[in-house]
Antibody, heavy 120, light 108 residues
């Protein structure tokens, strides 16, 4: 059974940093692209960042470019999102999502999310 | 950046009737278009990919069509469990995966 479990969310002050993790199990992690998607309270889905199976291709939404860094450790079956210079508008539920294949594909499994609240 | 626009924002339909949801891309995404369903308090669920292929376990009453910039999700006979928010997503401009703003399907 595929499982994605996010962790690392919490309350953080504006300008500070936070690192999210996603622990994957139930599939061959290094065969698939992975993504972070967020959802602000009461709002729609926003793609944040994606990474190919071998970290050779990485992308970011304009809203987080230069502040967030995605990475993965295939030996640990884990995905990460380093979030720096956090802003109030980064407040959201952050989902980890698995791509259907190694690169260009939609997301067939999602975690339950970890909540990030940016507030003083 | 590719912008995805969904219409309508809210759709009111009676159980047993057909629902038609639209999604438009600001530039061609070929057939690299997916639809997701999200219920309150739950993560999104993949319904359709490749514009028209149902994901594993998705009932046949869900169908997708379109290519290029215009796409449609049709639910042929609405069941109570289908009332939710639906999102389209392009993945043609990978790794970017832009979502539409969503269509809320509510009971009439």
């Amino acid at each position: 059974e595929v499982q994605l479990v996010e962790s690392g969310g919490g309350l953080v002050q504006p300008g500070r940093s936070l690192r999210l993790s996603c622990a994957a199990s139930g599939f061959t992690f290094d065969d698939y692209a992975m993504h972070w998607v967020r959802q602000a309270p009461g709002k729609g889905l926003e793609w944040v960042s994606g990474i190919s199976w071998n970290s050779g291709s990485i992308g970011y939404a304009d809203s987080v470019k230069g502040r967030f860094t995605i990475s993965r450790d295939n030996a640990k079956n884990s995905l990460y999102l380093q979030m720096n210079s956090l802003r109030a508008e980064d407040t959201a539920l952050y989902y980890c999502a698995k791509g259907m294949i190694a690169v260009a594909a939609p997301y067939d499994y999602w975690g339950q999310g970890t909540l990030v609240t940016v507030s003083s | 950046e590719i912008v995805m626009t969904q219409s309508p924002a809210t759709l009111s339909v009676s159980p047993g009737e057909r629902a038609t949801l639209s999604c438009r891309a600001s530039q061609s995404v070929s057939s690299n278009l997916a639809w997701y369903q999200q219920k309150p308090g739950q993560a999104p669920r993949l319904l359709i990919y490749g514009a028209s292929t149902r994901a594993t376990g998705i009932p046949a009453r869900f169908s997708g069509s379109g290519s290029g910039t215009e796409f449609t999700l049709t639910i042929s006979s609405l069941q109570s469990e289908d009332f939710a928010v639906y999102y389209c997503q392009q993945y043609n401009n990978w790794p970017s995966g832009t979502f539409g703003q969503g269509t809320k399907l509510e009971i009439k």
